[in-house]
């Protein structure tokens, strides 16, 4: 049986504060979703779902409350989510102060945030496809924290790159709204009318900064273009999740 190897972040994290993000190595999935899905929400069959999340749960101190996200911005407190049946409950983001609780997103090819402070007393962790991204699920994370942002370090897990997300000028259009600035982030693509490439990672520094956070590590990824190690939704359409998750020890 091939064993989970997850991907472990590196930045200055106090030592009570345990980080992790699964790839799709180390589960029971076959075909699209081979095969550690965590998404109970994609078409793989239940019981293959339920083995994968009980081979994640045996490296956490609790079964995490699984969100439903739906690309908006509500932040929930990770301890108030059931952890049978948190699917149901529609957030993008969990934070907690409490230890032994996990905060987990899923995700393929949108981007995991996971946050902590630096004293390790508050962990949360943020699903930020663009369209959240764009809402302000991160800036709502920090601001649910509690916490100077000052305080705050994020780290950017696997996502799409910058060569594969490819988007349209309304996506650029609602980004520059907000801020012309991020006009920098996009790159068009030649021989494509009104389309271009987002560079998600950059989105995401430039709105953490704005929202007072300057620690903020990770952001070397690309899921889309590593089909062996990671799942995508852009790349196959139909494919598993995989999961960021943060507790304090």
């Keep these: 049986m091939q064993a989970i190897n997850p991907i472990i972040p590196e930045w200055p994290a106090p030592p009570g504060v345990k980080a992790l993000f699964t790839t799709r190595a180390g ?14 929400h994609v078409g793989d069959e239940a019981a293959s779902v339920s083995e994968n999340r009980h081979r994640l749960h045996a490296l956490l101190p609790a079964v995490p409350g699984w969100l439903n996200q739906v690309h908006g911005v509500n932040v929930v407190r990770a301890e108030t989510v ?16 409490e230890t032994q609780i996990p905060c987990a997103v899923l995700v393929a090819d949108c981007l995991p945030v996971l946050f902590c402070t630096e004293d390790g007393s508050i962990v949360g962790a943020a699903h930020a496809g663009w369209r959240g991204l764009q809402r302000g699920v991160l800036e709502r994370t920090v601001e649910a924290m509690n916490a100077s942002p000052a305080r705050v370090m994020a780290w950017l897990g696997p996502a799409i790159g910058p060569n594969g997300f490819e988007v349209g000028s309304d996506v650029l259009d609602a980004f520059t709204a907000v801020s012309p600035d991020d006009a920098s982030a996009f790159k068009p693509i030649a021989g494509k009318r009104d389309k271009y490439f987002a560079d998600i990672y950059e989105l995401a520094r430039r709105r953490l900064r704005r929202a007072g956070v300057d620690a903020i590590f990770g952001g070397q990824f690309c899921t889309f273009s590593e089909p062996a190690r990671f799942f995508s939704y852009r790349r196959d359409r139909q494919t598993g999740r995989m999961a960021g998750v943060i507790w304090i020890d």
Excluded: M, R, W
């Design 27 to 40: 589960g029971v999935s076959t075909g699209p979703y081979a095969s550690l899905n965590l998404g109970a």
């Design 82 to 97: 059931p952890s049978l049946n948190g699917d149901q409950l529609q957030a993008d983001a969990a934070v907690t102060g």
